[in-house]
């Protein structure tokens, strides 16, 4: 393909008129590009970006709300397959985090590259293999990222990536707590096996 008629002037020109566009069939945008700066200089002077969606909230609903229902399923798919990427892992465990750092009060101040090296294949508490990409929901295999000590937050070099199944045992408890209960099971155990 070397020409390409433009959508807005109608005209068919070479490729090498037309912007670059990942997203689009054709890799090409649909302007070209004389077109292009048309536009832009039309925007600028008109309403800015941000006052024209504000003025046209109520239409930009209801074109998203019609896209919805004539694709049932279609986001609620592409959500479900981005969350089953590494990105998606990533990205869901920041930003719960983040929430429960605020709801706590504690600090917070971990990204992406933090999180990256302590992705593990199996859980360093229990040994159990890590589930990283499921399909939602906590399961005991779910990988989880813990404060190893809670109070400091979550905070470079204080957290970890455990099984779900571990980080609910573990929960905000101390070592002295931990040790106290371990001991009680075991003592409880012990009594009722021999019985």
Not at 27 to 53: F, H, I, M, T, V
Not at 111 to 117: E, T
Not at 170 to 194: C, G, I
Request: glycine share 6%; net charge positive; with cysteine.
């Amino acid at each position: 393909m070397t020409e390409k008629i433009c959508t807005v002037c109608k005209e068919q020109k070479l490729i090498e008129r037309f912007s670059k566009r990942a997203r689009s069939m054709d890799g090409l945008s649909c302007c070209c590009r004389e077109c292009k700066k048309k536009s832009r200089n039309k925007e600028r002077d008109a309403l800015s970006n941000k006052l024209w969606y504000q003025k046209n909230k109520e239409r930009r609903r209801e074109v998203h709300k019609a896209w919805q229902e004539s694709n049932p399923g279609k986001k609620e798919a592409s959500t479900a397959a981005w969350r089953r990427t590494e990105a998606g892992w990533l990205s869901r465990m920041l930003a719960n985090a983040r929430s429960r750092a605020a709801k706590k009060g504690i600090p917070f101040s971990i990204d992406k590259d933090d999180l990256k090296p302590l992705m593990v294949s199996h859980c360093p508490a229990l040994g159990i293999e890590l589930v990283y990409h499921g399909a939602g929901g906590n399961r005991y295999d779910s990988a989880s990222l813990d404060r190893i000590v809670p109070s400091l937050g979550y905070v470079p070099g204080n957290i970890a990536v455990i099984s779900y199944k571990a980080n609910r045992m573990k929960s905000d408890s101390t070592t002295e707590e931990l040790l106290m209960l371990a001991k009680w099971v075991a003592d409880n155990t012990l009594s009722m096996e021999v019985a």
